[in-house]
Nanobody, 129 residues
Framework: QVQLVESGGGLVQAGGSLTLSCAAS????????MGWFRQAPGKEREFVAA????????YYADSVKGRFTISRDKAKNTVYLQMSSLKPEDTAVHYC??????????????????????WGQGTQVTVSS
């Protein structure tokens, strides 16, 4: 089992920045991916960004490209999501997710929630206008 613990959420004004962290523990794998998803009230969980663990290849939703950056620290088993130029529509509970396995260069494998095995408890991000 893998445990994921997110931190770094909070309240920020539009145009501001926040950095989320997700620390993984337990039976972590040397290959696979970690991703960030978010879910606003009344909406489905949506993909935000993902990074392959070994290769460091990144994927982003169109809505966050150029504003968010995902990165990982392999020594700390931690993935980060740097969010800048935040908008009110970024308001949501943000979840960290992880999956083990081959790191094929197919974006579909990283953007679908059912393809992730492990999930964190979520951290709230609220952007005021």
């Amino acid at each position: 089992q893998v445990q994921l613990v997110e931190s770094g959420g909070g309240l920020v004004q539009a145009g501001g920045s926040l950095t989320l962290s997700c620390a993984a523990s337990g039976r972590t794998s040397s290959s696979g991916a970690m991703g960030w998803f978010r879910q606003a009230p009344g909406k489905e969980r949506e993909f935000v960004a993902a990074i392959t663990w070994s290769g460091g290849i990144t994927y982003y939703a169109d809505s966050v490209k150029g504003r968010f950056t995902i990165s990982r620290d392999k020594a700390k088993n931690t993935v980060y999501l740097q969010m800048s130029s935040l908008k009110p529509e970024d308001t949501a509970v943000h979840y960290c997710a992880a999956r083990a396995g081959p790191e094929y260069s197919i974006s579909y494998l990283y953007t679908r929630p059912p393809l992730y095995e492990y999930w964190g408890q979520g951290t709230q991000v609220t952007v005021s206008s």
